[in-house]
C-alpha cells in the first residue's frame, strides 16, 4: 500500500487527508499477544489491557464481511483464524445501544444494508456476540459517546494505537494481508463507513 495514493484518493473524496512519518507519531505502540483485534472506534473500553492489538472495522467483522461471511458458523472459523494468527478475536458493544451489542457503528450499517456491495449477515448482533464468545473471543463494552476527530490509517506493520482522550479512529491497514483482505475496497469500505456515521473526513496515514 502507498500511503501518498491513499492520500490522493481521498483528498480526490473531499476528504483532507496527509501522510506522515512513524517518527511524527510519538504513541505509535507495538502489539502484544494480549492485544485484541477490535473496532477502530476511538472509545474507552472495559478491556483496557487488551488495546495493543490491530484496530479493524467491527474486528473480527472486518474479515467476515471482506469476505462476504454472513453466517454464525463462518464467524466462528474466523474467530479461531485471528486467534491463530496471535490475536484477541472480539466485537463490541456500548452502554447506549439496545441491545448493548449493537453499539457497533460498522455493524450497525452492514446488518442494516447501509454498506455498498455488501450483503447484510444472517445473524444479529446478540447472535454475533454470543457466536464470537463461544469460540473463544470476546466482547468488549465501549464508553461515552464518539468523539473522533482524526482518522488515522497506519501502515507500519506489527503496530497500533491506543484510545486516547482525544479520540481518533484506528485503522492498522498493515494487518490486512495476514487476513487476505485487499486493500483498496477495505479502505474505501473505512471511509464510507466513516462518512455514513458523521465522522471526521480527516484523515492521517502513517507510513514506515
Same mark, same amino acid.
Given at each position: 500500500?502507498?500511503?501518498?495514493?491513499?492520500?490522493?484518493? %481521498?483528498?480526490?473524496?473531499?476528504?483532507?487527508?496527509?501522510?506522515?512519518?512513524?517518527?511524527?507519531?510519538?504513541?505509535?505502540?507495538?502489539?502484544?499477544?494480549?492485544?485484541?483485534?477490535?473496532?477502530?472506534?476511538?472509545?474507552?473500553?472495559?478491556?483496557?489491557?487488551?488495546?495493543? /492489538?490491530?484496530?479493524?472495522?467491527?474486528?473480527?467483522?472486518?474479515?467476515?464481511?471482506?469476505?462476504?461471511?454472513?453466517?454464525?458458523?463462518?464467524?466462528?472459523?474466523?474467530?479461531?483464524?485471528?486467534?491463530?494468527?496471535?490475536?484477541?478475536?472480539?466485537?463490541?458493544?456500548?452502554?447506549?445501544?439496545?441491545?448493548?451489542? @449493537?453499539?457497533?457503528?460498522?455493524?450497525?450499517?452492514?446488518?442494516?444494508?447501509?454498506?455498498? /456491495?455488501?450483503?447484510?449477515?444472517?445473524?444479529?448482533?446478540?447472535? /454475533?456476540?454470543?457466536?464470537?464468545?463461544?469460540?473463544? #473471543?470476546?466482547?468488549?463494552?465501549?464508553?461515552?459517546?464518539?468523539?473522533?476527530?482524526?482518522? @488515522?490509517?497506519?501502515?507500519?506493520?506489527?503496530?497500533? %494505537?491506543?484510545?486516547?482522550?482525544?479520540?481518533?479512529?484506528?485503522?492498522?491497514?498493515?494487518?490486512? /494481508?495476514?487476513?487476505?483482505?485487499?486493500? #483498496?475496497?477495505? %479502505?474505501?469500505?473505512?471511509?464510507?463507513?466513516?462518512?455514513? %456515521?458523521? #465522522?471526521?473526513?480527516?484523515?492521517?496515514?502513517?507510513?514506515?
Amino acid at each position: 500500500m502507498d500511503a501518498e495514493a491513499i492520500a490522493e484518493v %481521498l483528498n480526490s473524496l473531499g476528504w483532507e487527508a496527509e501522510v506522515v512519518d512513524r517518527a511524527e507519531v510519538p504513541d505509535l505502540l507495538d502489539v502484544d499477544e494480549q492485544g485484541m483485534m477490535k473496532c477502530v472506534d476511538g472509545r474507552m473500553s472495559d478491556h483496557p489491557d487488551g488495546m495493543r /492489538g490491530p484496530k479493524t472495522l467491527g474486528g473480527v467483522y472486518a474479515i467476515a464481511s471482506s469476505r462476504g461471511v454472513g453466517d454464525l458458523a463462518g464467524l466462528q472459523t474466523i474467530v479461531k483464524e485471528v486467534a491463530e494468527a496471535g490475536y484477541v478475536p472480539s466485537v463490541h458493544g456500548d452502554e447506549h445501544a439496545e441491545p448493548a451489542s @449493537m453499539g457497533c457503528g460498522f455493524f450497525k450499517l452492514w446488518v442494516t444494508g447501509q454498506l455498498d /456491495g455488501l450483503e447484510p449477515p444472517a445473524f444479529d448482533a446478540e447472535q /454475533g456476540r454470543a457466536a464470537v464468545v463461544e469460540a473463544g #473471543g470476546v466482547y468488549e463494552q465501549l464508553e461515552g459517546d464518539h468523539a473522533e476527530s482524526v482518522v @488515522m490509517i497506519n501502515l507500519v506493520e506489527g503496530t497500533t %494505537l491506543a484510545p486516547a482522550a482525544e479520540q481518533r479512529f484506528v485503522v492498522d491497514a498493515w494487518v490486512l /494481508g495476514q487476513f487476505e483482505i485487499d486493500a #483498496g475496497p477495505y %479502505l474505501a469500505r473505512a471511509a464510507e463507513t466513516v462518512t455514513k %456515521l458523521n #465522522g471526521p473526513k480527516v484523515a492521517r496515514i502513517i507510513k514506515g
